[in-house]
């Protein structure tokens, strides 16, 4: 009988310990999640009162991350470029990691030249008080989004700057109305780009990415490097391996190596995964950075009219093993319309042609026989006079 009841009391004390622990564990649980919530309400009062945050603030900071602009205002105050100018460090230490990215309403390019004193015409900028170990060209395929643009180079100028690179920016727009070709015009870019400097870098980016970590270097690999791992539309994961889309960067030697872009994709989709077999087929791997550091915001918009999706994209990537060395860099045919050096920018216009070639005539393309009267801007065809005064005071002279 005593052991009975012995027996009895050890399973109710053991039942009565588990009981004690679940309940333990679910108060902890939701301890933290009380914490949590003041925590937010708190943040939401501190930014509220101290006006850090709003619609009219594109720099906002909360605790997603940093202004861009925080750590560059030393550098305005920096004077002219000198002779023997020691190198920067290997690790810029402007760089802050996150950054938080908003798009508000109202800004527009005259706001961004003057957050950005020391960017040149055309674009251009060289840290003031070091020489940069790195030269990095930005491709930005484009026609007709303009309101996307302006985003990108409110955050990307100083992104950049951060780094302490030797950079320049380009626009590369198609002209006229027929389908796009965003491969075909990298091709160009990378053509252009290499024509006005010896780049050693030259990254091919969206419009409609941001970057949201600085960490995230705008400088070559060994190999051919995806930038865009993690953006925000894919839940901030690689969607698949062979992924090569959004931000990607190659040295001169790369794309000689892989033979550029294929040329022949128009419209929308394939021509990401081409680029990503091409590295394969060029004996380079693609290296990434970490997923905590490749993270991109995307610019929410509709597909655009002129770049639907390409029905025969598949079919053409079963053939890039044949077509790659057939259709590429060494193909590309394509005329000039205009140059144009922007405050921010350069933007070079093209003509690409059709699917039928060049010089081939489109159903209805409107092709102009120059550069359109319209630039991929809001601001006129040549710069305000105004942001030309700014661009000439602060042109470092030594450029």
Known sequence: MATWLQSKWRYLFMFLGVQLVVMALLSREGYHKRVSYFIRIFRKLEITA?????????HARNHTGSDVYANLSLLAKAHGRGENMPYCPKTSPLIGGPIHVSFPSGLTLAQVARKNPLVVLGGRYRPPDCEARHRT????????R??????LLYYLHPFLQRQQLNYGIYIIHQAGNYTFNRAKLMNVGFREAMREEDWDCLFFHDVDLIPEDDRNTYMCDANPKHAAIAMDK??????????????????????????????????????DDDIGVR??????????PSVKVGRYKMIKHKLDKGNDVNPRRFNMLAKTRQTWKLDGMNTVEYEVLSRDHFPLYTNITVHIGTEAGLHAMAPSPKIPAKAPAKPPVEAPTKPPAKLQQEQQQNQPTNH
């Open 137 to 144: 060209a930005i491709i930005i395929p484009h026609r007709n």
């Open 234 to 271: 894919f839940g901030y994961k690689l969607p698949y391996k062979m992924y090569f889309g959004g931000v990607s960067a190659l040295s001169p030697l790369h794309y000689l190596k892989m033979n550029g872009f294929p040329n022949n994709y128009w419209g929308w989709g394939g021509e």
């Open 50 to 58: 101290t006006g850090t945050s709003g619609a009219g603030s594109p």
């Open 279 to 288: 590295v394969s087929l060029g004996g380079m791997f693609i290296s990434r």
């Open 146 to 151: 303009e309101h996307h643009l302006k985003f």
